[in-house]
């Protein structure tokens, strides 16, 4: 081999790594923030997966993904979306209102598409549901009407003169709402309504005891991200304390809960996905009108209520989608 033909191939190979990392460039980046940790919600990143294979990307392959999570600590957010816009993302997947309106805080032009419960006209986050207009789009599911038909559920087993207690997380960006509607629910079916929190792990055993000390005929569960992710614990201290409790995320009846009233994180994640996908394709969320998730399902643990010595009335049994025995 002559010497120019050496210097060629020297050249040639101190350029591959450069070569590789060009291409890695190329590779669009897609942030995804949740309120809670990923590790508790694999199902629901796995359905945000599916939703962009739909529209041809493979995490790893074609699109890689930035993961930020606040495990709960719903304050690390704004540094968290603030990181994320920095990396910088071509497109920004929010997980929950509270990480939604983080999102939003930390940027006005890299597409935003969220997944939250509640009307995102009335949050502030879409002009209209038709016509987005601004950088966010999304899936929303049932909010406040979803708390009251919740309530109406346990009506039918807790007699009025017995007062209903709603856990609710002081950190959810939309909690003093959502206060308010179960209120107006409550009042409306008859029942006194007991409001407690829990923003961390360390205050359930405060909040179950209050529920037993106030005699509460039954508890609702938020639809918050961080009780998500506290699932089992949460349906420990419900059986604990013979609490009958209902939870919109449908996975808490499936792991011993007694009641799950909601619809799919999954189905609407995988949503979420389809249109990051749409939008690193070159769309704009102004085009894509936000998808409403309005199917739910009744899922019952028979299990759970022999347990607690309850008997659920028929009626329940009849209308529920899956009875788990």
């Given at each position: 081999?002559n010497?120019?033909?050496?210097i ?5 190979a101190?350029?591959?790594?450069l ?7 190329a590779m669009?980046?897609?942030g995804?923030?949740s309120?809670?940790?990923p590790?508790s919600?694999?199902?629901r ?6 939703g962009l ?22 304050q690390?957010l ?7 816009v920095?990396h910088?993302?071509?497109v920004?997947?929010?997980s ?5 309106r983080?999102?939003?805080a930390a940027?006005?032009?890299i597409?935003i598409?969220f997944h ?9 986050l879409?002009a209209?549901?038709?016509k987005?207009?601004?950088n966010?789009?999304?899936v929303?599911t049932?909010g406040?009407?979803?708390?009251a038909?919740?309530l109406?559920?346990l009506?039918?087993?807790?007699p009025?003169t ?7 997380n ?17 009042s ?6 007991l409001v407690?929190e ?6 359930f055993?405060a909040?179950?005891n209050?529920v037993r000390?106030e005699r ?12 998500s992710s ?7 201290l ?8 209902i ?8 792991a011993?809960g007694l009641?799950s009233y ?6 609407a ?8 996908g ?7 969320p102004?085009d894509l ?8 399902e ?5 299990k759970?209520a ?8 028929t ?10 025995e």
């Open positions: 081999m010497r120019r033909s050496l060629t191939l020297l050249s040639g101190a350029a591959w790594p070569t590789a990392r060009a291409q890695q460039v669009p980046v897609v995804f923030l309120s809670a940790a590790g919600s694999v199902d990143v796995d359905a945000f997966r599916q294979a739909e529209t041809g990307f493979q995490e790893g392959r074609s699109v890689a993904v930035e993961y930020r999570s606040a495990h709960g600590r719903y690390e704004p540094r968290l979306a603030a990181e994320l920095g910088p993302v071509a920004l997947a929010a929950g209102i509270t990480a939604t983080a999102a939003q940027t006005t032009t597409p598409v939250t419960g509640g009307d995102p006209v009335k949050l502030g879409v209209s549901l038709a987005p207009e601004g966010l789009t999304g929303a049932l406040k009407v979803l708390v038909k919740q109406e559920l009506h039918e087993f807790v009025t017995t007062p209903v207690a709603f856990l609710v002081p950190n959810n960006a939309v909690a003093h709402e959502e206060i308010d509607g179960a209120r107006q629910a409550a409306a079916l008859g029942h006194k309504l407690v829990a923003g961390n792990e360390h205050d055993d909040t179950f209050a000390r509460v005929g039954a508890l609702l569960l938020q639809a918050d991200p961080f009780f506290r699932r089992d614990q949460l349906v420990a419900a059986a604990r304390h013979a609490v009958p409790a939870s919109p995320y449908l996975d808490y009846a499936a011993g009641l909601g619809s799919s994180l999954k189905d994640l995988r949503l979420v996905g389809n249109y990051t749409r939008l690193l394709k070159g769309e704009k102004a009108p936000v998808q409403q998730a309005v199917k739910v009744l899922i019952v643990n028979l759970a022999k347990a607690i010595g309850l008997t659920l009335p009626a329940i049994l009849l209308r529920a989608d899956e009875v788990i």
